[in-house]
């Protein structure tokens, strides 16, 4: 079946400029979450969502991030004025509600 | 989370099997034993995961020692295209609970 689809797979955005990044789940999973991934580096958790209650936010590294899951599927990761420390690759995820995480192919972002 | 410990780094001839050691011995008894990989520039992938069983999927085999305080994960025919960073995590299986990836093992499968 399908995985995890993450759009668009590449972006190139100016500082201070906003971007969103759009994460389609597994269809019929009820968890889905957002990472991202510097060069060389580990995961870094930055939201969860799980069916309708309230998202697990405590990742996010600043107010100029945040993230909404509509109609408890597709979901989109915001990230106003963009800095440059902002680049890397952010990854979604998506689980039913006890098991493994499935992983998109992930956002290549880079703000020049 | 349990704190894992892995080898930097191993080499494996392709068509060989590929035996990935991980160290947990701060585990307790509700966590899983996990295990992803990541190839250069893709989302990481799961692979396969265990409580205290041994576990066997089209991917690779998990072996868990009676004491789960160690674990080995075998890929019985290494391809070229097993060349990946594995990571081991302990973790409780339930949702909400964020994957945390430590350094992991990059292995290299040469022809």
């Known amino acids: 079946g399908a995985g995890v689809s993450q759009s668009p797979s590449n972006k190139v955005t100016e500082k201070g400029k906003d971007v969103e990044l759009r994460c389609d789940p597994i269809s019929g999973h009820t968890a889905l979450y957002w990472y991202r991934q510097s060069l060389g580096q580990g995961l870094e958790f930055l939201i969860y969502f799980q069916g309708n209650s309230a998202p697990d936010k405590s990742g996010l590294p600043s107010d100029r991030f945040s993230a909404e899951r509509t109609g408890g599927s597709v979901s989109t990761l915001t990230i106003q004025r963009t800095q440059q420390e902002d680049s890397a690759v952010y990854l979604c995820a998506s689980s039913r509600t006890l098991g493994e995480q499935y992983f998109g192919p992930g956002t290549r972002l880079t703000v020049t | 989370d349990a704190k894992t410990t892995q080898p930097t780094s191993m080499d494996c001839a392709e068509g060989r099997a590929a035996n990935l050691p991980c160290n947990h011995s701060?585990?307790?008894?509700?966590?899983?034993v996990y295990w992803y990989r990541q190839i250069h520039s893709q989302g990481p992938q799961y692979i396969i995961h265990?409580?205290?069983n041994n576990e066997t999927n089209e991917m690779a085999s998990l072996i868990i020692t009676e004491d789960r305080k160690s674990s080995t994960l075998i890929l019985p025919h290494a391809t070229l295209r097993d060349t990946a960073v594995y990571y081991c995590?302990?973790?409780?299986?339930?949702?909400?609970?964020?994957?945390?990836f430590g350094g992991g093992t990059r292995l290299m499968v040469k022809p």
């Open positions: 265990g409580l205290k």
């Open positions: 701060t585990i307790s008894g509700n966590e899983y």
């Open positions: 995590i302990v973790r409780v299986n339930n949702a909400g609970n964020m994957l945390t």
